[in-house]
Every structure is written in C-alpha cells, then in structure tokens.
C-alpha cells in the first residue's frame, strides 16, 4: 500500500504554504499519519510486516502488513 504521509515534516510545511497537492487529489480521500494506518490495520487484524517512506513520490509511505 502508498499511502500519503501525513505527519511527515514535509506535509506541514507545504500545507503551511498552501502547497499540498495531496489536500485537492480526489483519490486520496483520507490522508492518514504512520501511527493512525497502522492502529487500523491492528485494529482490522493485520500486522505492519515492512514501513518505508517512499522514494518515489513525495510524502509517500509504503506499508505491507498481512492478515493475522
């Protein structure tokens, strides 16, 4: 899963600015921090195997977590 970052120091900085792209992009309908993503996939049954931030795009955290 990609998912936006939302406490990443970056994201505060461009919404400071009013720079976020990720605020207008209709398919992210959520944006999420590391800490909440991660209690809803515990919280739904899954385990965090691997947390990345992502090279690619900017903001981006990459997460596999697999059904307990």
């Known amino acids: 899963m990609l998912a936006p970052n939302s406490e990443s120091m970056?994201?505060?900085i461009l919404t400071?600015?009013?720079a976020n792209?990720?605020?207008?992009?209709i398919e992210?309908?959520?944006?999420?921090?590391?800490?909440?993503?991660?209690?809803l996939l515990e919280q739904f049954e899954f385990s965090v195997v691997h947390f990345a931030l992502s090279e690619r795009?900017?903001?981006g955290m990459e997460i596999i977590a697999k059904r307990d």
């Open 10 to 12: 970056l994201w505060e």
């Open 16 to 18: 400071i600015k009013d």
């Open 21 to 25: 792209s990720y605020w207008g992009e």
């Open 28 to 39: 992210y309908y959520h944006n999420f921090s590391r800490a909440r993503l991660c209690a």
């Open 57 to 59: 795009y900017r903001l």
